[in-house]
């Protein structure tokens, strides 16, 4: 079993950054691909971005490409999301996941069969 918990949400402008952390407690989370999903108001979860076990390989939304960085310290069993130049259309409740089976990096939320209870986002105009 893996208890994640994500950390560092909050209303900000836009233009602004916020920083995301998910903690990962019961077991080491250098074994998981982590990535980071949101859900917006009346929209499906859609994926943000995710990060290999080593942390040397990572993948993005185009939405945020280049806005977001996603990082990870498997000694601190923590995952990061850097989320800059924020924008409206960023709000959302933010998860992150581990995927446990797989060292391949997925972007499909079937794929990821730990969550935390999510974090919210809300940027303002």
């Known amino acids: 079993q893996v208890q994640l918990v994500e950390s560092g949400g909050g209303l900000v402008q836009a233009g602004g950054s916020l920083r995301l952390s998910c903690a990962a407690s019961?077991?080491?989370?250098?074994?998981?691909?982590m990535g980071w999903f949101r859900q917006a108001p009346g929209k499906e979860r859609e994926f943000v971005a995710a990060?290999?076990?080593?942390?040397?390989?990572?993948v993005y939304a185009d939405s945020v490409k280049g806005r977001f960085t996603i990082a990870r310290d498997n000694a601190k069993n923590t995952v990061y999301l850097q989320m800059n130049s924020l924008i409206p259309e960023d709000t959302a409740v933010y998860y992150c996941?581990?995927?446990?089976?797989?060292?391949?990096?997925?972007?499909?939320?079937?794929?990821?069969?730990?969550w935390g209870q999510g974090t919210q986002v809300t940027v303002s105009s």
């Open positions: 996941a581990a995927d446990v089976a797989s060292p391949l990096i997925w972007t499909t939320m079937d794929h990821y069969a730990y």
């Open positions: 019961g077991r080491t989370l250098s074994s998981y691909v």
């Open positions: 990060i290999s076990r080593s942390g040397g390989n990572t």
